[in-house]
């Protein structure tokens, strides 16, 4: 069912039709006039359409940096996920191998006739550990890979967080300089 809400925006009545609830529509208005004033606040000197324009580039960046931190964050799950399975393949075999090395020792008590069969769970007990081994590698190597990518995460966070800081003192020096223009004026 559709609804007609009445919004403002930067000054202009809009109506938003459609079928989400109007305190939704209401709380996207007054984050969107927050950006727009906040924008206008730093850059006086733009027109109406500049600061439109500047806001909606602003909330582009924002949505396709959060887009890509959420693919990797993505990609990271699927990692640990990967982990985990190999955790339990792990597990598994080790329990395989326990269980292969008591039917080995019940072979041996059996004397000849069993001889051919305790041959066979050797060759087998050697493939699991094969395997044992080739999957304690790919967990190591998968242990570093999230290393890698926990230590590259850290680091996007931090120049983020660089980059945040460069964007707050860039105000104040804005600040500053329309005060002391305020003042020469």
């Known amino acids: 069912m559709s609804k007609k809400v009445k919004v403002q925006l930067y000054g202009m009545t809009f109506y938003v039709v459609g079928s989400d609830d109007e305190d939704y529509v209401a709380s996207l208005a007054t984050e969107l006039n927050e ?4 924008i206008e606040q730093n850059y006086r000197q733009l027109s109406d359409i ?6 909606a580039l602003n909330i582009l960046d924002e949505q396709k940096q959060r887009s890509a931190q959420e693919a990797e964050i ?15 393949r792990l597990e598994e075999l080790e329990r395989i191998s326990k269980v292969l090395e008591e039917e080995r ?15 066979q769970l050797k060759g087998d007990l050697e493939e ?16 570093e890979e999230q290393s890698l990518r926990d230590e590259k995460l850290r680091e996007l966070e931090e120049q983020n967080y660089q980059r945040n800081m460069t964007i707050v ?5 804005i600040s500053v300089l329309r005060k002391n223009q305020g003042h020469e004026s």
């Open 128 to 143: 699991v550990k094969r395997e044992l081994k080739s999957m304690t590698e790919t967990s190591k190597e998968l242990q």
């Open 74 to 88: 993505a990609d990271n799950v699927a990692d640990v996920e990967k982990a985990r399975q190999t955790v339990e």
């Open 50 to 55: 500049q600061v439109a324009l500047l806001t």
């Open 169 to 173: 003192d860039l105000k104040k020096e």
């Open 105 to 119: 020792d019940q072979l041996k008590e059996g004397k000849h006739q069993r001889e051919e069969e305790l041959s």
């Open 35 to 38: 950006k727009l004033q906040l």
